[in-house]
């Protein structure tokens, strides 16, 4: 018999077969339609595919769905609230931080969970925190800028 796995996805709880070798990547890209989060190198190195689990922002192809049982998950899709850009988000957005997009969520997804950690981050902060997700279109100025933006305000 199939063991399931419970964990709260963007806010509700939500339940599925534990497949041998799925990482939470893949099962939020195949079981529940979570595009966003993005496969980028399938190493963990480049930052596309980061989510939230637990308060801690984490590479999720390198989570396995085992590990991911009891958890909070939060994906790029689960930090606009009816319709309304996270501050984040409309950060990147107003400071057009992106270009071809693709490393985007995870982008925004790492900066959300430095600035939960820290909200009063300091550019060098950012920088440093920010310095393992890449973005190969070259928006690291801007990517920076919006995320100075958030930094010490009440947004987060």
């Given at each position: 018999?199939?063991?399931?796995?419970?964990?709260?996805?963007?806010?509700?709880?939500?339940?599925?077969?534990?497949?041998?070798?799925?990482?939470?990547?893949?099962?939020?890209?195949?079981?529940?339609n979570?595009?966003?989060?993005?496969?980028?190198?399938?190493?963990?190195?480049?930052?596309?595919c980061?989510?939230?689990?637990?308060?801690?922002?984490?590479?999720?192809?390198?989570?396995?769905?085992?590990?991911?049982?009891?958890?909070?998950?939060?994906?790029?899709?689960?930090?606009?609230?009816?319709?309304?850009?996270?501050?984040?988000?409309?950060?990147?957005?107003?400071?057009?931080?992106?270009?071809?997009?693709?490393?985007?969520?995870?982008?925004?997804?790492?900066?959300?969970?430095?600035?939960?950690?820290?909200?009063?981050?300091?550019?060098?902060?950012?920088?440093?925190?920010?310095?393992?997700n890449?973005?190969?279109?070259?928006?690291?100025?801007?990517?920076?800028?919006?995320?100075?933006?958030?930094?010490?305000?009440?947004?987060?």
């Amino acid at each position: 018999m199939a063991k399931n796995i419970q964990f709260e996805l963007n806010g509700k709880k939500v339940e599925l077969p534990l497949e041998k070798g799925q990482t939470l990547l893949w099962a939020l890209r195949t079981n529940f339609n979570l595009t966003g989060t993005k496969y980028g190198c399938g190493e963990g190195y480049c930052g596309a595919c980061t989510v939230i689990m637990d308060g801690e922002a984490v590479r999720s192809c390198g989570i396995a769905m085992e590990d991911v049982s009891g958890k909070k998950i939060t994906t790029i899709e689960g930090l606009a609230v009816n319709g309304k850009l996270h501050p984040v988000q409309q950060a990147f957005v107003d400071h057009d931080a992106l270009q071809c997009g693709f490393c985007t969520p995870g982008m925004i997804m790492n900066a959300y969970g430095l600035l939960l950690k820290n909200p009063l981050l300091t550019r060098e902060q950012i920088i440093e925190g920010m310095e393992d997700n890449f973005c190969r279109c070259g928006a690291h100025k801007r990517i920076i800028e919006a995320i100075e933006s958030v930094a010490g305000t009440s947004k987060v």
